[in-house]
């Protein structure tokens, strides 16, 4: 249980040191563009290696495909909401536009945020110890994040101190999903755990496909495709144990 509030407010803090250096340090938007891109790649491996993989049961196939599907389905879904309220250009650092809403950029960040520290806590009843993969995912994924929309936010007027009040609840919410995710789903048969690890896996893949590819692209040109690459073969070398 304490490690399971101990790693997702590691993976939580990610968000509060993205906004401090987006509000306090000029960081170019190319660079955020490199990180995000790498995050993607990160990621990509996580559900790939970590989530999808490992299935021991004939019968966790049907299971953890069934649970990809409805875990892309509903984040899409969801996606879709956020976004016809502007939370779309919640990873955007650009000036303000229209109908753009920094309280729908604050949602939408907690939409991303806050299933992924869910992801940690499962990932401890697994193979009870954590998944470095998936916290190193989260961890990168969250710095740009939390970087490109608190920029974004202080450019729709929030002050410097309502954002990092903002952020500072989401990092106590992500630090507590975590313990949420392990405390729920410690109990489930290893059936049910597989569909979990598909959601989570399709949540993920849905989310990286919808807004943090495109932003990385746009913000760091084509590079951004070796560097995604070099994430996943991150993800890869630490799944497979080889250091």
Sequence with gaps: MVE?????AIAGGALLLGA???LFVPIPRKITGFIMAFGTGVLIGAASFEL?????DQAGYSFVIFGFLIGAALFTGLEFVISSKGGKERKLSKEKSEG??????FIGSIMDSIPESVIIGVSLIKSNTVSWVIVLAIFISNIPEALSSSVGLQKDGYSRKKILFLWT???ILTTLSSLFGFMVFKELDELYMYMVSGLAAGGIIAMVASTMMPEAFEEGGPIVGLLSALGLLCSYVLSSGIL
């Design 4 to 8: 399971a509030l101990f790693w997702g």
């Design 20 to 22: 401090v250096v987006g």
């Design 52 to 56: 999808l993989g490992n299935i021991e």
């Design 100 to 105: 753009h809403s920094g309280m729908a950029i």
């Design 169 to 171: 609840i989401v990092f």
